[in-house]
């Protein structure tokens, strides 16, 4: 559970050592808050973002609305697609914030490619977490009893290899949104 006096932000080795990132890709299992925190990162920077459910084909959402799990190839041209929007704003020099469950680390090497100026923000929580926000949620295709599929896939990421802050899922999103922006703001673009 969140407590107002820990802190809600983990950051990796790699993400150190890296500087500012110029692309966020919001991370997590579904209905763990990744549009919310993207909206409010993307209003306090000013930078473009991009709802990575609105990339997946109809087949994808169809699929996940009658509780089928997607398929690595199922996923493909999905990864792709986002890879390629970061690449644009990358080549162009701009920053963006896109929405992606990224559950396994192959899905982050794919739209990522392990580039230092990538971080993925993943919003950690546990099944018990999430689960009643699922039940509050209206108007998203992805039915609840997905969320133990989501668990199953997910590898977390690696502290030490990928570029990762890590927020707890408990804390309320505005003070996620702003620990978030004030780590980021530590570096110079």
């Known amino acids: 559970m969140y407590d107002t006096g820990q802190d809600t932000v ?3 080795r790699r993400f150190g050592e890296a500087g500012r990132p110029c692309v966020l ?4 299992v579904s209905g763990c ?4 925190l993207a909206q409010l990162m993307a209003e306090r920077m000013a930078w473009p973002l991009i709802e990575g459910d609105d990339l997946h084909p109809p087949a994808n959402i169809a699929r996940m609305s009658n509780g089928i799990p997607l398929t690595d190839m199922d996923r493909t041209p999905w990864l792709d697609l986002i890879a390629g929007r970061i690449q644009s704003w990358r080549d162009a020099g701009q920053c963006g914030i896109v929405t992606c469950s990224s559950l396994k680390r192959s899905y982050r090497r ?6 230092a100026d990538v971080c993925f923000v993943y919003l950690k929580g546990s099944r018990e977490d999430i689960m009643p926000r699922l039940y ?10 997905m969320l133990d599929s989501q668990f ?3 590898e977390e990421p690696d502290m030490h290899e990928e570029v990762v802050m890590v927020l707890d899922v408990n804390a309320p999103q505005e003070h996620l949104a702003e620990r978030a922006c004030a780590h980021l703001t530590q ?3």
Request: hydrophobic share 40%.
């Open 136 to 145: 509050q949620r209206t108007g998203h295709f992805m039915p609840v009893a």
């Open 187 to 189: 570096f110079s673009l």
């Open 25 to 28: 890709i919001v991370m997590g």
């Open 110 to 115: 794919q739209i990522g490619g392990d580039s």
């Open 10 to 12: 983990s950051l990796s």
């Open 152 to 154: 199953a896939t997910l």
């Open 33 to 36: 808050g990744k549009s919310t």
